[in-house]
């Protein structure tokens, strides 16, 4: 005999309304014909319900995870089991999906058998990491569960201080601004960090996240330590015949409001026959006129990546934006991707030796300062990593010379 | 005891394997995009391909039978192919344009509202809640469904200046990102300490640690080890009670809701800019955080009244200016939106550039 359904006045609140409803699908889950699952979920929106009467959140945390990994299991224990003993354990297996969130039917309901004979068949798509967020599953059942979905072909995903699951935007999938390959680079890089995934032995947490251009569709310049950006290096690609077509479709004076005065750096005119005249020196790669004119403009071909480094949320300093730390790298040939890994593993090898208990990457170079840092890394100085140099005289410059020398040196060599 | 079976440490998978044929097809091929209708993207590759895409809101806390709803959805229509979106939104895809009106339809009966594109109100992106987190201050997908359901046709309309991104947190330290709105938990007291646990259950120099101003320190309540917090100093952020359970921030009164604007990831035009406090003490009214819904859709209408096409949020009030925001949306303004962080000096206006 199965469980009765509580009563939920508060959260059958948010049952109207237009959007879907995540209360009407516990109910579904509540109603199922599968008992346990179905009381599970009973409870859950018991204790749902005391939450939203109460305004207190009734979980803990504990020590749960699967055989062979240290991470990925978010073990979820009621202080409220006396009252809701079905949702007294309340696990979360955290899984990897493919970069960008691609699916196919056949995988997505296979997930969903696996869920609902393991588990309370609640699925969030996704977690704010970028993982798919199996929740509600006993301790019993842990292991069980992720042995069907690793046998997919799932992997888990991380979680405390190791690295996390990543993000990528769509990329080369399905949007002409990619300046490189989002997906192939998340995968290369997730898959040879995965013994820091699932056996964190960082400070703290460490981010990836992939976007292909400086929209930055993936989120990763405030959401992310180690961010990953399309750009070009050489001249936008303009078409002058679509430019005039967007001209005449827009109107002068539109065109002007809506795709020259809003260049950050004035790089664009309008020319009297109304094509585009764009100063490319004075151009940011910001995106903004390529956006407005999708056929009429495009980024350059001498495409790579732009890596900013420290993003990250408020703890504990306050918020941080990830800053350049390497201006332009190709990310083309074999070679240029076996290049980014050994960088990667340079940046994470040196955050697991210099980050104090709890820092982020972000405030780390807080701490020690970006120039200690790219000594660290063994990265060239760039002036694209500052947008000003310092305002203030409280430094030894005992140096100087050296540095200058060091700085002339290496523009020589590059010009040779 | 049986055998245990080692994980096949496999990372993420191909994507290709779960991409639509099109989008294999013509991989790093594509030319040019636009939207055809709110909700609806056209992709074109260099040969002429073409590509429909049909974007629609989801719950994000999905229960298997709704997914396997989609996953119909996707069978019938889209070659049994679905994308979701970092925002939770769904991508159902087709090449065939003469679906696309009845995927619209389908899609809509099923209850999932298909919008969210260019210069839309997207899907608020949103953490974990009272439903799983063990530190929450509220719920975030109720907050989320009682916001989409009053922003509803801001979603399957693009009538805004351009995209608005909102994001939701539940506690003030870390899970929700930067926003052109952002809703967050704002704790207001300091946390009440339970003394008799605080040696079980907490490491106490870890703790002492977190704390971003200092204010913990190491004490003996009657007899036991515990901590105290300096409470002139302690800026109620909630960060120390993770760690140390027996320190609860949480508070049905006085852990209120702030609201934050201008935040922007993009390096599009303007660099990419933290959102900034404009609001804050409203209640934790749960189910519907009716006083919240209020404020945001004020903040929008005085947006969408006045910025320009491409304008996001901070790029409008960056030219306005802050004394004609707040005058707009006749929101308080009061010391505590002076920045004394360490920083904040450089949110000061160090010039004569005044709003009259």
């Known amino acids: 005999m199965s469980k009765k359904m509580p009563a939920t006045p508060l959260l059958d609140q948010l049952e109207s309304g237009p959007w879907p409803s995540f209360v009407t699908g516990l109910k579904r889950l509540a109603n199922s014909k599968d008992a346990r699952a179905g009381d599970q979920v009973k409870s859950l929106l018991g204790q749902l319900e005391l939450s939203y009467e109460t305004r207190k959140g009734y979980w803990k945390g504990g020590t749960v995870g699967v055989f062979g990994y240290g991470a990925g299991v978010i073990p979820r224990f009621s202080e409220v089991a006396d009252k809701y003993p079905e949702s007294a354990e309340f696990h979360t297996l955290r899984i990897m999906p493919a970069p960008a969130f691609f699916y196919d039917t056949k995988s997505l309901r296979d997930i969903c058998d696996v869920w609902e004979e393991h588990g309370s068949g609640l699925i969030a798509l996704h977690g704010q990491s970028g993982d798919i967020m199996l929740q509600g599953c006993t301790t019993d059942q842990v292991q069980k569960a992720w042995d069907k979905i690793n046998a997919m072909g799932f992997d888990m995903g991380g979680a405390g201080a190791g690295i996390r699951t990543s993000a990528a935007c769509v990329g080369p999938a399905r949007c002409e601004h990619a300046c490189y390959d989002t997906l192939t680079a998340m995968k290369t890089i997730i898959d040879d960090f995965v013994d820091d995934i699932h056996r964190p032995s960082l400070p703290y947490k460490a981010k990836f996240k992939f976007s292909g251009c400086a929209n930055d569709c993936s989120n990763a310049t405030q959401r992310s330590d180690y961010a990953i950006f399309g750009t070009w290096r050489d001249d936008m690609v303009v078409n002058q015949d679509e430019i005039k077509a967007k001209v005449a479709q827009l109107g002068r004076k539109e065109f002007i409001n809506q795709v020259i005065r809003m260049c950050p750096t004035q790089a664009l005119a309008l020319n009297d026959d109304d094509t585009l005249d764009v100063d490319n020196k004075s151009c940011v790669r910001c995106m903004h006129c390529i956006n407005v004119c999708t056929k009429a403009l495009s980024p350059g071909n001498d495409r790579g990546i732009t890596i900013r480094v420290g993003g990250k949320r408020t703890l504990k300093i306050g918020d941080l934006m990830g800053t350049v730390v390497v201006p332009f790298m190709k990310l083309d040939t074999e070679e240029d991707y076996e290049a980014l890994l050994e960088l990667a593993h340079r940046f994470l090898d040196f955050f697991a030796d210099n980050a104090l208990e709890h820092e982020r990457t972000g405030e780390m170079i807080e701490r020690i300062g970006l120039a200690n840092y790219l000594e660290g890394l063994d990265l060239p100085l760039d002036l694209n990593m500052i947008s000003q140099p310092r305002t203030n005289s409280y430094v030894r410059l005992d140096g100087w010379d050296e540095e200058a020398r060091k700085w002339s040196e290496r523009q020589t060599n590059a010009a040779e | ?356």
């Open chain 2, 1 to 356: 005891m049986s055998e245990l079976r080692r994980p096949i440490e496999s990372g993420v998978p191909d994507s290709k394997n779960f991409m639509h044929p099109m989008l294999v097809k013509n991989y790093g091929q594509w030319a040019w995009h636009d939207r055809p209708q709110p909700g609806v993207l056209r992709h074109v590759a260099k040969n002429g391909d073409t590509i429909y895409t049909v974007k629609a809101g989801s719950q994000r806390q999905l229960d298997v039978f709704a997914i396997r709803e989609i996953c119909d959805i996707a069978d019938e229509f889209c070659e049994g192919y679905i994308r979701f979106t970092v925002r939770s939104s769904m991508e159902f895809m087709t090449t065939d344009e003469t679906k696309v009106a009845p995927l619209i339809k389908r899609l809509e009966a099923a209850g999932y509202p298909v919008g969210g594109t260019g210069n839309s109100v997207g899907l608020i992106s949103h953490t974990q809640g009272w439903l799983h987190c063990d530190i929450p201050g509220t719920d975030a997908s109720g907050v989320v469904k009682a916001l989409m359901d009053e922003l509803f046709h801001e979603f399957k309309h693009e009538e805004m200046p351009n995209r608005v991104k909102i994001t939701t947190s539940c506690c003030q330290i870390n899970c929700g990102g930067q926003g052109d709105i952002a809703i967050n938990v704002q704790h207001t007291k300091p946390p009440v300490i339970n003394h008799d646990l605080v040696s079980m259950i907490c490491e106490r120099p870890t703790v002492v640690a977190r704390c971003p101003v200092a204010a913990i320190r190491p004490a003996v309540v009657n007899g036991k080890p515990t901590l105290e917090v300096d409470e002139k100093k302690c800026v109620c952020c909630g960060a120390c009670y993770p760690p140390c359970p027996p320190m609860q921030i949480n508070d049905p009164i006085n852990s209120k809701i702030a609201i934050w604007v201008g935040g922007k990831h993009s390096s599009t035009r303007s660099k990419p800019a933290f959102h900034k406090l404009v609001v804050a003490g409203l209640p934790n009214n749960a189910p519907r955080w009716p006083e919240v819904a209020e404020v945001v859709k004020q903040i929008l209408a005085a947006y969408k009244q006045d910025a320009r096409p491409w304008e996001r949020m901070n790029e409008w009030i960056g030219r306005i200016g802050w004394p004609r925001f707040f005058e707009m949306t006749g929101l308080p303004f009061t010391k505590y939106h002076i920045d004394n962080w360490r920083g904040g000096r450089s949110n000061l206006n160090a010039s004569t550039h005044l709003h009259f």
